[in-house]
């Protein structure tokens, strides 16, 4: 689940030429906008799942800044309607940027049809020296969840958490992006992964000990984490989960050495222009492996009451 991203960049900027900085530094991404995202269904999708969708959008963006362009696709069961839902989708593709050839969209690896079959929800950041539309599309679908499953409302907010995230970062360049957002998965879905359970836990309604019981959960991944190893080392794929899982307690524990602020606001701010790891040092006070380094050999031996302790 929603780990699209990295593969859909991996997949499109298979060409890199020099970037056009002036383009960079003059168009508007990374700039809070009212533009509000555009939201598309298949139709079997019920205006229910449509309104759901676009509440917990609004959730996010009113949380942390809207950002765009902003694309919604949400995708239902029926393998007929969502191969008309990609038909528009590459219309759109193509209506928004000329370049880019509905056939070889039809053709895409992970097309409506296979969330139709499998279910998910994942991101796919378009920002690269190819392709003249910068945005961010997010698709959902009827499964893993669905629409009727409380996860569903925090899978819409680590999606978004996934869009701040990209729209902190500038480059065209496809290293340049990776270096920032890094290529393995504890920092980008740790830190999506957290602040949306954070914020659906302060929604009205969600029951007190609700952040508690997820992240207790997740510490699940635990097992199995090798001796020795670091959250750092794992690649997306089969393990990926425990990067996910334990990757989120990392940013609950930055967190509490820090300040929310600290991560949420002010190191996304530095981190353009700074780095990840310059970023990191300015707002946290010490080396990403400093961190995790106490995070590991310290943090995680702690008893499970002593680790809870950090979560408000
Ligand atoms: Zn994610």
Known sequence: ?????????????????????????HDNWGTITS????FYAARDVPRSQ????KKWYEIASNAWGNYGPLEFWIVGTNEISATTLDKKYCELRNQKDKTISIEHCLNRDHNFVSYAKGGNAGLNTRRNENEKW???IITMSAKFPSPQEE????VVLHEYFHVYQHAHIYSKKN??????NLENPWWSEGGAEYMAQLLYSKQNGVRP????????RKLRALKDLRDGESIKDIA???RSHIAYDLGAWFIAFIINKTSEEAYRVNFFKDLNAKGFEGAFVKNFGASSNDFLDEFHKIFLKLSLKDKVKIIP
């Open 236 to 238: 997306y794929g089969k």
């Open 35 to 38: 533009q509000q995202a555009e």
């Open 50 to 53: 449509i309104d759901l969708t």
């Open 175 to 180: 290293s340049e992006r990776k270096s920032r």
């Open 209 to 216: 000990n609700y952040l508690r019981e997820i992240m207790e």
């Open 151 to 154: 996860d569903y409302k925090p």
């Open 1 to 25: 689940m929603k780990h699209l991203l990295l593969t859909t960049i991996a997949a499109v900027v298979l060409v890199g030429s020099g970037e056009n900085c002036d383009e960079v530094k």
């Open 134 to 136: 910068s945005g961010f």
